[in-house]
């Protein structure tokens, strides 16, 4: 049973940067490509960042890209996002997953960008 474990979210003011980590048991996260995703409230999921098996290759939505990066430790089965000048609408709750045919999902780590 594979489980996904996401952390690392909190309250901070716009403009703000927060790290978030994604580390899985019953898997090794070096095997797939990897997403990290985030709902707010009454909106659907969305994918926000992907990064491809060797890390040489990620891809980000619109919204965040110049500001977030996705990264990743294979070695460590670790799975970054970085987040930087966040915006009040950056605030969801953020998981991570594989890309195509998705894992049973985390608790996800909320992420609040408020004054």
């Known amino acids: 049973q594979v489980q996904l474990v996401e952390s690392g979210g909190g309250l901070v003011q716009p403009g703000g940067s927060l790290r978030l980590s994604c580390s899985a048991s019953?898997?090794?996260?070096?095997?797939?490509?990897m997403g990290w995703y985030r709902q707010a409230p009454g909106k659907q999921r969305e994918l926000v960042a992907s990064?491809?098996?060797?890390?040489?290759?990620?891809e980000y939505t619109d919204s965040v890209k110049g500001r977030f990066t996705v990264s990743r430790d294979n070695p460590e089965n670790m799975v970054y996002l970085q987040m930087n000048s966040l915006k009040p609408e950056d605030t969801a709750v953020y998981y991570c997953?594989?890309?195509?045919?998705?894992?049973?999902w985390g608790q996800g780590t909320q992420v609040t960008v408020s004054t």
């Open positions: 990064i491809t098996v060797s890390g040489v290759t990620t």
């Open positions: 997953n594989r890309r195509g045919i998705a894992w049973p």
């Open positions: 019953g898997t090794w996260l070096r095997s797939y490509v």
